[in-house]
């Protein structure tokens, strides 16, 4: 059992997982990413695909937007470690399971998870409880960010090594912080060791994204604002590569919704893939 100081994860992080496990129970092969993980930490009721924001129809092109930019982020972080990059830092990972679905990746890696003590305290009881443990290769790097917290700090008391490349990736994170607050993150990693990259989601202004989405994406503007954590960044790709360069990174690159597409949902019949002009990622890289 988990003690009280262990929180379960907010809303936003148990959807994405519960919506990576309905991609492998809700559509056709070729799956674009098998991840169950999440949803064995959850445990929900036996009723948990019946909930509103699970229906099948309804979040089609949200899940295939949280599994495109995961399996994108997986395939960096493989490419990456076989270039010899031996550091992976996930900023804001709630129920991120690369460690535990990966490990012959992973395990070659030090692979630094960073979030808040309550919900990583949970994650972590809930890995021991289902027995896929904590190895000494995983680090947990609890940060409290609204008492000010530095992610930096905290990954140097985990064993992170500045003298060496690390990728470091953002997923699902942008949109909650204000653009100074995004500026400084982009900050921080370019200062990492030569041959480091970031990898980061970012969410279009609302009235450019595929109409067919829209609805959705307004639906949960409206839900983070009312949970208390309203989106409050928006950025084109024309704006997230000049923020990265200002920051220091000698490449920036703007990977959208129709690469991803073409990358991973060429071929399919059932029309699934992930909508245009929401949420797509910045690829941004230090001198090597």
């Given at each position: ?10 809303s ?7 919506w ?9 092969l ?17 009723n ?18 949280i599994v ?14 076989g270039?010899g ?15 535990q ?27 021991i ?20 917290g ?7 008391s985990?064993?992170?090594?500045e003298?060496?490349?690390a ?8 949109m909650?912080?204000s ?18 990259t ?26 983070a ?7 409050v ?55 090597s």
């Open positions: 059992m988990t003690d009280g100081h262990d929180i379960a994860p907010d936003t992080a148990a959807r994405v997982a519960l990576r496990a309905l991609h492998v129970q809700s559509d056709s070729p799956h674009v990413l098998e991840d169950e993980i999440g949803l064995k930490l959850l445990s929900p009721d036996e948990w695909r019946s909930r509103g924001d699970m229906d099948p129809q309804f979040t089609r092109p949200f899940r295939a937007s495109a930019r995961a399996r994108f982020i997986e395939d960096l972080v493989v490419e990456q470690a270039r990059v031996g550091q992976y830092v996930i900023l804001g990972a709630g129920l991120d399971s690369f460690a679905r990966r490990p012959e990746i992973a395990s070659h890696l030090k692979v630094f998870e960073i979030d808040q003590p309550g919900p990583q305290a949970w994650k972590r009881q809930r890995l409880e289902l027995g896929f443990g904590v190895p000494d290769w995983l680090r947990f790097v609890p940060v409290d960010f609204e008492a000010g530095s992610w930096r700090e905290g990954l140097m985990a064993g992170f090594d003298s060496q490349p990728i470091v990736v953002s997923t699902g994170v942008s909650y912080l653009k100074e607050a995004n500026s400084a993150t982009l900050r921080e990693v370019a200062a990492l060791a030569r041959g480091s970031l990898a980061m989601t970012f969410l279009l202004p609302l009235e450019l994204a595929d109409p067919e989405v829209r609805p959705g994406l307004e639906m949960a503007e409206k839900g604002r009312a949970s208390g954590t309203p989106f960044s928006f950025f084109t790709p024309a704006e997230i590569r000049e923020m990265a360069c200002e920051a220091g990174f000698e490449e920036a690159r703007h990977v959208s919704a129709a690469d991803l597409t073409q990358r991973y949902f060429a071929g399919r019949t059932d029309g699934l893939r992930p909508p245009n002009n929401a949420e797509e990622l910045l690829v941004a890289t230090t001198s």
